[in-house]
């Protein structure tokens, strides 16, 4: 086998047996798109069942259409996932339903692994369980924090402290995640300030629409105040693009326009989007929100995930005054218990010490009228 193809399995390897749990004798369902939607891309299922068989599992491939409108798996469908030990979503199904009910005893799982070099990548390869600890160690430093304050180049400013959780545990959704890139959403509720939007506003994978996402040929501010969109500030025409757009999509589905519900930044330095996100803005807001780079609300409805997303690109991250993200950049060793993970697991160390770059949007200049412009992509 050539490295790529080494590496390739090895991803394949470390979603069904450090993500899954997968055990020789267990059954696999792979749901999977067919590639020429333009989302997932060819062969990656194929990989992922020659793995899970060469492993002993008891695999079976099914296509299934993507329906924008999706909200429930279909009769026939709901008793194959009920059936099988495990199923894989490489298809958004997936992602449309991972807060809805899905059948008893289904174990499913969510890839956020779009495709063949992703999968062969940092991204697909680096030790599932240390993200699963670090996720964990992440949401306990926000948990327990009395400030949590938020800047970024383009000059986000917004500061607030997340509620205490019910029981001591940070909600989150239930459904598997391939690979952990995120910690638990935080409530918005108390956050108040401004939040610079650059590059596009985009949807969230929660339900499709068109457009599903607009380009923004400036910076705007979004004013936040105790979890609602109070305004908005830039150039006058762009400001009622986004209020039109958001009028749009609330008029659509009947919800709130003016909710923020969350957010979150990514904690996966392995997680490089290198195309553009114009090129796909369904397949970029899919899998490029892992980077550290971005910070990205979950806004325009009552409930998580929301249906339009800010992104808030080089963040930086203050907990009770010490800088956790700084310009993008994660100081994993301010995270109370990251060392002694990183220790177990020096590859995952590296990667920190490396992260990657590449976000599938522009660097960022000033323009002549004071506005932050996106620029060349990086």
């Not at 025409?237 to 990514?266: C, K, M, P, Q, T």
Request: hydrophobic content about 45%; some cysteine.
């Amino acid at each position: 086998m050539s490295a790529r193809g080494d590496a390739l399995e090895r991803g394949a390897l470390n979603l069904l047996l450090g993500c899954a749990e997968a055990k020789s004798g267990d059954s696999l369902l792979i749901l999977h798109e067919d590639p020429a939607l333009g989302y997932f891309g060819p062969g990656l299922a194929d990989a992922i069942a020659a793995a899970g068989k060469a492993i002993g599992l008891d695999v079976r491939l099914r296509a299934v259409p993507f329906d924008e409108h999706a909200e429930t798996l279909p009769v026939e469908l709901a008793v194959e996932v009920g059936r099988a030990d495990h199923t894989l979503f490489l298809a958004r199904l997936g992602d449309q339903l991972r807060f809805r009910e899905l059948p008893a005893g289904a174990r499913p799982i969510v890839s956020y692994v779009l495709d063949q070099n992703a999968m062969a990548s940092a991204l697909g390869a680096a030790p599932h369980a240390a993200f699963v600890a670090l996720k964990g160690a992440f949401n306990r430093l926000f948990a327990s924090a009395g400030d949590i304050h938020v800047t970024c180049p383009l000059g986000t400013d917004f500061r607030g402290r997340p509620p205490v959780p019910d029981g001591g545990e940070v909600p989150d959704v239930g459904i598997k995640r391939f690979p952990v890139s995120v910690f638990a959403p935080i409530d918005a509720a108390s956050f108040s300030g401004k939040v610079a939007v650059a590059h596009l506003l985009v949807g969230t994978g929660s339900r499709y629409y068109q457009p599903y996402g607009i380009p923004l040929r400036s910076t705007l501010f979004a004013r936040l105040g105790q979890g609602r969109i109070e305004g908005w500030e830039g150039l006058p025409d762009e400001v009622a693009r986004a209020e039109l757009h958001y009028r749009h999509v609330s008029n659509l589905f009947g919800i709130d326009g003016s909710f923020v519900h969350s957010w979150h930044a990514g904690i996966h330095p392995g997680c490089a989007y290198p195309e553009r996100a114009e090129a796909s803005y369904e397949r970029w807001s899919g899998s490029a929100f892992g980077n550290p780079r971005l910070l990205h609300f979950h806004t325009c409805g009552a409930y998580a995930p929301g249906e339009i997303c800010w992104n808030v690109v080089d963040p930086t991250i203050r907990v009770d005054g010490v800088a956790i993200w700084e310009n993008g950049v994660i100081n994993i060793n301010a995270v109370r218990g990251a060392p002694d993970i990183l220790a177990a697991y020096p590859e995952v160390g590296e990667l920190f010490d490396n992260p990657a770059r590449e976000i599938g949007i522009g660097e960022i200049g000033i323009g002549e009228n004071g506005i932050s412009m996106p620029g060349a992509r990086r």
